[in-house]
């Protein structure tokens, strides 16, 4: 559990994601990367969920991004075929590890300046279980996830209101679980045409 924001204009993309980390087996926190940027191509990857998984379709894209034919477009369409390929074998793992299967599951969402479209795009990525094929979902607006307590409030691109709500996402997760599942401090990445910056924008 953790916080995964996409805010979406033509001309801007800003990713939001908390840093709190739990290793599966102790339970103890630090601080994890749940975003990371393939430069060359002013595209974001970030994630929900399990970090291990995150990290592994993330190696696959930055080596899918040294190809001479690379398109965004592309990756973006063969992501969800990917992670089909990919979960079985991460969901038999985490099993053997002694993870319940109703804990698993991965939220992703891929995005940046396309060329081709003359604009900012990203695509929402949904995983959960080895019977089911990965959802996706081209964004229009954004995202929030979770968006139970951000209901009734209005998008904002001003970094003071990404902070206010991500402080709004960890206390409802943790109070929901009854536990501490979000925090840390809260990172964003900030696309758009031929740059990229990512924020540290304070504690959650």
Known sequence: MSILNVLLSPDHLVVAVDTLAEDAHTGAHSAGA??????QHNLVLATRGSAQFFL???ELALQASFRADFTMEQLMAELGMVIDKLWPAYEK???E????????????????WSAKNG???A????KHDSATAAIVQ?????LASPGEPLKGRSDSFELVDVLQAGRLQAAW????VGRQVAGGRLLVAALSEGQALVQDLGTL
Do not use: H
């Open 34 to 39: 749940k975003l990371l940027l393939i430069p």
């Open 56 to 58: 592994r379709i993330y």
């Open 93 to 95: 793992a985490a099993i």
């Open 97 to 112: 590890a002694g993870l319940l299967r109703s804990a698993l599951g991965t939220e992703l969402v891929l995005g940046g």
């Open 119 to 121: 604009r900012m795009v």
């Open 123 to 126: 695509t929402a990525y949904a």
């Open 138 to 142: 081209c964004l229009d607006g954004g």
């Open 173 to 176: 997760l943790n109070q929901a």
